[in-house]
């Protein structure tokens, strides 16, 4: 069996992303954020993707999980996290405002909502 270094397994995994460039939600077009687990790079959820939905989705991470969220449509990560730390961020003057309110949903002085989540290698298949 043959080991693709971390950089080559990321490019590979990058053109398998841009496969599925959008998911079909009637006639619209939904963009969506594909989760990857960050050691192991295995696809873990999907979510849409929205300011909302990214803030809630990492303030309700667990301290211990390392996840990489990636936009489907590009491949491209957009946030790469420790826990509900980010790690790495695409764009640091976005992340500069939503740093404060992961903060206060995490310390619980606003109410994280529950984000919808699916596996999107089942729609594929429909």
């Known amino acids: 069996m043959k080991f693709l270094k971390p950089f080559r397994l990321r490019k590979t995994l990058k053109k398998m992303y841009v496969e599925n460039l959008k998911t079909k939600n009637g006639d619209d077009e939904m ?3 594909d989760v990857y687990d960050k050691k192991t790079l ?5 979510f849409e993707y929205t300011d909302e939905n990214i803030i809630d989705y990492i ?3 667990h301290p211990m999980y390392e996840r990489e969220l ?8 957009v946030f790469s996290t420790i826990g509900f730390l980010i790690f ?19 310390t619980e002085k606003v109410v994280i909502n529950e984000v919808t989540v699916f596996d999107r290698r089942n729609m594929k298949n429909n």
Request: charged letters at 35%; glycine letters at 2%.
């Open 31 to 33: 963009e969506i954020i």
């Open 59 to 61: 303030a309700d991470l």
């Open 70 to 77: 990636i936009e489907s449509s590009t491949g491209m990560l």
């Open 88 to 106: 790495k961020a695409t764009n640091e003057e976005w992340l500069e405002k939503i740093r404060p309110i992961i903060f206060d949903k995490r």
């Open 42 to 46: 295995e696809y873990i959820e999907s």
